[in-house]
T-cell receptor, first 112, second 114 residues
């Protein structure tokens, strides 16, 4: 089992709809979780972080964490064409190798 | 301003040549990482380092070498043994020993074999 798994996509969502991106992780000792957005040819940029079970909202973005299910998701409301990018899930597990692990990313296409 | 600087932005390599990609950070981060990204693909870890003079292989270390002589610097050498080096290379850094810390990325170096 890969340490951080994401569906590679592409995920196509109509403009104005909700985009739902999912990520699972294998190490129960993981403590913090991140979503990065990467535009083609650019470096990833952090858009959300979440550390405890439940939801965390920031503007149109909501991160959801369920540690029992080892599952983290990102919801994008009112999707815009500018949201078209690759979204990377990352997990931090201090004390165990102590490094940040990235998933392969999900490509999101917002259809005008 | 604090951040990570990668140079050069674009690099061209001839067949059989070694090239070195620079990565410098002034964030006082202990951990530094090198990733390779091919078109339409995710990040693949090449090497990472948690402390000066120590580093560990990632998933695709063959054909690459690194050094960590200073906390601020983590250069990556793409050797002639790397048969398909054309890719986008990303350097990142993070704090060690703290749970709520993310990775910060440089702007990347695009390497092309000519």
């Amino acid at each position: 089992q890969k340490e951080v798994e994401q569906n590679s996509g592409p995920l196509s969502v109509p403009e104005g709809a909700i985009a739902s991106l999912n990520c699972t992780y294998s190490d129960r000792g993981s403590q913090s979780f991140f979503w990065y957005r990467q535009y083609s040819g650019k470096s990833p940029e952090l858009i959300m972080s979440i550390y405890s079970n439940g939801d965390k909202e920031d503007g149109r973005f909501t991160a959801q964490l369920n540690k029992a299910s080892q599952y983290v998701s990102l919801l994008i409301r009112d999707s815009q064409p500018s949201d078209s990018a690759t979204y990377l899930c990352a997990v931090n597990r201090p004390g165990r190798d102590d490094k940040i692990i990235f998933g392969k990313g999900t490509r999101l296409h917002i259809l005008p | 301003d604090g951040g990570i600087t990668q140079s050069p932005k674009y690099l061209f390599r001839k067949e059989g040549q070694n090239v070195t990609l620079s990565c410098e950070q002034n964030l006082n981060h202990d951990a530094m990482y090198w990733y390779r990204q091919d078109p339409g693909q995710g990040l693949r870890l090449i090497y990472y380092s948690q402390i000066v003079n120590d580093f560990q292989k990632g998933d695709i270390a063959e054909g690459y070498s690194v050094s960590r002589e200073k906390k601020e610097s983590f250069p990556l050498t793409v050797t002639s043994a790397q048969k398909n080096p054309t890719a986008f290379y990303l350097c990142a850094s993070s704090i060690l020993g703290e749970a709520n810390t993310e990775a910060f990325f440089g702007q990347g170096t695009r390497l092309t074999v000519v």
